[in-house]
């Protein structure tokens, strides 16, 4: 049996073929804030669309609050020698400060010219992820450095993690291997994770979740599907059992959202308002922990998808991509809470554009 063999990663890498001008595909864009205010940015690219044997994940930083950003400082390749394919990125920063760059990656043998997907000691023949990580500890510095790769868990992970009160970390990592919806928790800060399955799935071919905690200690769970609106599930005892999955009443395209607390208090949902196309992202403010959205504004009108977000010094920043394979725009945005109540306007910046 082969190992788990990870994607290469290329530090301040000059390779014209990771050039900005050449990319014909991008998007799936992620943020994390350091606590200096460092902003992180990553997304996937390469190749003609997704998912592709050229693609790759890319980060940069910038040190002004958005205004310039560096060239990319790291970027992870698929090796389609090795058959093994990279996906999308997430940025996440630890209670801790440190910087956690995930990825997922379809882990593969080569045997007799075929590829065959590899996970947790067994070959498949069908699609499987895997989640993969690297760490950089002190993501302030003037010279980065990241751990080693190492593989976290199975599935795919395109949310931030969930810090719960009680210390433990939730990613909501789906698989698409069952008919309920997957997470894994961690009870050691992100070195180890254990795979757990909640509620039955609402029908959908990318059963992407997002879990807050309310104030009252239950777990909040919407869920992605393909009937117009969000899904939801709630946990009463940290995620030993779920209620039966129901739907909301948040239209929503059958595509990513973000939905977590901010530093005040307040309960943020970015969501493409639109029960059909993925059009008109908006932001959304909760005063009751998440059950109503008192407020509602349109940032972006046009297409886009896969919001991500992070908080810093009473700010909201909020990345997403605008034609994957037409445009192929990353779109970034801060604003405050006081510009979402008081219907303020909000530019929008163009972070890259082939």
Not at 152 to 157: E, P, T
Not at 208 to 213: K, L, N, Q, S
Not at 338 to 345: E, F, G, H
Request: one cysteine or more; a negative charge; proline letters at 3%.
């Amino acid at each position: 049996m082969s190992k788990r063999i990870a994607c290469e990663m290329l530090y301040n890498c000059k390779d014209e073929k990771y050039s900005e001008s050449i990319r014909q595909f991008q998007g799936c864009p992620t943020i994390a804030i350091t606590q200096n205010g460092r902003i992180f940015m990553g997304w996937y690219s390469g190749g003609t669309r997704e998912p592709h044997m050229e693609n790759y994940n890319l980060l940069i930083y910038s040190d002004d609050k958005g205004k310039t950003w560096s060239e990319p400082v790291l970027i992870i390749p698929s090796n389609i020698e090795l058959c093994v394919q990279a996906l999308d990125i997430q940025l996440v920063v630890s209670p801790e400060g440190k910087l956690f760059v995930y990825w997922v990656q379809n882990d593969t043998i080569k045997s007799d010219e075929r590829c065959y997907h590899w996970i947790d000691g067994y070959i498949f023949a069908d699609f499987h992820h895997a989640q993969w990580l690297t760490v950089c500890d002190d993501p302030d510095a003037e010279v980065l450095t990241f751990s080693e790769p190492r593989y976290v868990d199975s599935g795919f992970l395109r949310c931030k993690t969930t810090f719960l009160s009680d210390g433990r970390w939730l990613n909501c990592n789906y698989d698409q291997i069952t008919d309920c919806y997957g997470y894994s928790i961690s009870e050691d800060k992100g070195e180890t994770f254990k795979r757990h399955y909640g509620a039955k799935k609402i029908e959908t071919p990318f059963d992407e979740t997002m879990v807050y905690e309310r104030k009252d200690g239950s777990l909040h769970m919407l869920a992605r599907n393909t009937t117009g609106y969000l899904a939801e599930t709630v946990s009463e005892d940290g995620g030993k059992t779920w209620s039966e999955t129901k739907l909301t009443d948040i239209e929503s395209p059958n595509t990513r959202f973000f939905i977590g607390r901010t530093p005040s208090g307040r309960i943020l949902l970015v969501n493409n308002d639109s029960k059909e196309k993925r059009v008109n992202m908006s932001v959304y403010l909760s005063e009751d922990d998440g059950r109503t959205f008192k407020y509602k504004k349109c940032i972006y009108e046009g297409t886009s998808s896969y919001p991500d977000v992070d908080f810093y010094d009473g700010k909201i920043y909020l990345v997403f991509d605008h034609g994957r394979t037409e445009e192929k725009e990353i779109l970034f945005c801060a604003f405050t809470e006081d510009d979402i109540i008081n219907d303020k306007t909000i530019e929008v910046k163009i972070i890259s554009k082939p």
